[in-house]
């Protein structure tokens, strides 16, 4: 199966920003009859898993514990240049996923493994 444009950038993103501290990246759906659809799930500091799902341009990032989905962040998402796709997360809203993951993560754990 090939990605779309739309999946590689986010992917690309994602995968960018978190860079090291990324352990794996996995796209469940995507669709984008009748409205953009997109779920994935990436593990980050090698201690939880995330969950992004983007309907139409609202973007909500979750965090997987056992089967349930606790919500992190929602942003929207940012439009090409002149609304010809392009479309993105964007750094201001990583860092507030980034901030909300490491509230959750304890500061013990994050000297341990070289995050801090």
Same mark, same amino acid.
């Given at each position: 199966?090939?990605?779309? #444009?739309?999946e590689r950038?986010?992917?690309?993103?994602?995968?960018?920003?978190?860079?090291?501290?990324?352990?794996?990246?996995?796209?469940n759906?995507?669709?984008?009859?009748?409205?953009?659809?997109?779920s994935?799930?990436? *593990?980050?500091?090698?201690?939880?898993?995330?969950?992004?799902q983007?309907?139409?341009?609202?973007v @909500?990032? +979750?965090?997987?514990?056992? *089967?349930?989905?606790?919500?992190?962040?929602? @942003?929207?998402?940012? +439009?090409?240049i *002149?609304?010809?796709?392009?479309?993105?997360?964007?750094?201001?809203?990583?860092? #507030?996923? #980034?901030?909300?993951?490491?509230?959750?993560?304890?500061?013990?754990?994050?000297?341990?493994k *070289?995050?801090?």
């Open positions: 199966m090939q990605l779309s #444009n739309f950038e986010i992917s690309r993103e994602i995968k960018t920003y978190f860079s090291d501290r990324l352990s794996d990246f996995s796209i759906d995507f669709s984008e009859v009748p409205c953009l659809e997109f994935a799930d990436f *593990g980050v500091y090698n201690f939880c898993v995330i969950s992004v983007i309907s139409q341009d609202r @909500c990032f +979750s965090w997987r514990e056992q *089967g349930f989905l606790f919500e992190l962040a929602t @942003c929207q998402l940012i +439009s090409g *002149g609304g010809a796709g392009g479309e993105k997360i964007g750094v201001y809203a990583l860092d #507030n996923l #980034n901030k909300e993951i490491l509230l959750r993560i304890p500061d013990k754990y994050l000297a341990a *070289g995050f801090v």
